[in-house]
């Protein structure tokens, strides 16, 4: 079946470090990826978003390119800042509004 | 726009007893999905409606059931709950398409059963 993995965390970083969230995909098919963040009490905002192979998503500095040879859609951001930490969600969707996420990776930013 | 809203945002029940939670979508968006959310088990898929009709169902038991009105509005019913059914219950509204467009998520419902 369709799932996620993503990588454990949590990750401490320091402000203006360089972060890499990892996440790979099972799925049959060709799904649409997406990043998610959740920040305290609230629900998911989506960050960024890819449809197909080779497709690149950006939002505030954050990137992630579909990789269908290594199944892959890892989470980077040159700078992090305070505001990024948030724990985020690597998830798929083969179609409709059926969404596979991963067991999310908790970012905490320090100054 | 206005985005998904989610009432109400918390509850307390008494174990046995039922409990209704209610998602409003994205307006012209006609496709609601639901998800449990816990530390221990993540993020896991309830179910999906498309104009009123269930698409899609995950792997929970018979107790948890929804519906989905002509306005595109959800509810979400638990019937006999449990302890094990605390948790935060997010709703997630899209335009549906079969190609899996982007799922914009409500607030939620933090469920405790005491």
């Known amino acids: 079946g369709d799932s996620v993995t993503q990588m454990e965390g949590p990750v401490t970083l320091s402000e203006e470090a360089f972060l890499t969230i990892n996440c790979t995909y099972t799925?049959?098919?060709?799904?649409?990826l997406f990043w998610y963040v959740q920040y305290p009490g609230e629900g998911l905002q989506l960050l960024l978003k890819a449809t197909k192979a080779d497709d690149k998503g950006s939002n505030k500095g954050f990137e992630a390119t579909y990789r269908k040879e290594t199944t892959s859609f890892h989470l980077e951001k040159g700078s992090v800042q305070v505001s990024d930490s948030a724990v985020y969600f690597c998830?798929?969707?083969?179609?409709?509004?059926?969404?596979?996420f991963g067991t999310g990776t908790s970012l905490t930013v320090i100054p | 726009k206005a985005g998904v809203t989610q009432t109400p945002r918390y509850l307390i029940k008494t174990r046995g007893q039922q409990v209704t939670l209610s998602c409003s979508p994205i307006?012209?968006?006609?496709?609601v999905s639901w998800y449990q959310q816990t530390p221990g088990q993540g993020l896991q898929f309830l179910f999906e409606?498309?104009?009123?009709?269930?698409?899609n169902k995950g792997n929970f038991p018979g107790r948890f059931s929804g519906r989905q009105f002509s306005n595109s509005r959800s509810e979400m019913n638990v019937s006999t709950l449990e302890l094990g059914d605390s948790a935060l219950y997010l709703c997630a509204s899209s335009l549906g398409g079969r190609r899996g467009t982007e799922a914009f998520f409500g607030q939620g419902t933090r469920l405790t059963v005491v």
């Open positions: 998830a798929l969707t083969p179609a409709g509004n059926q969404f596979y």
């Open positions: 307006s012209g968006h006609r496709s």
């Open positions: 409606y498309f104009s009123e009709t269930q698409r």
């Open positions: 799925a049959t098919g060709y799904p649409s």
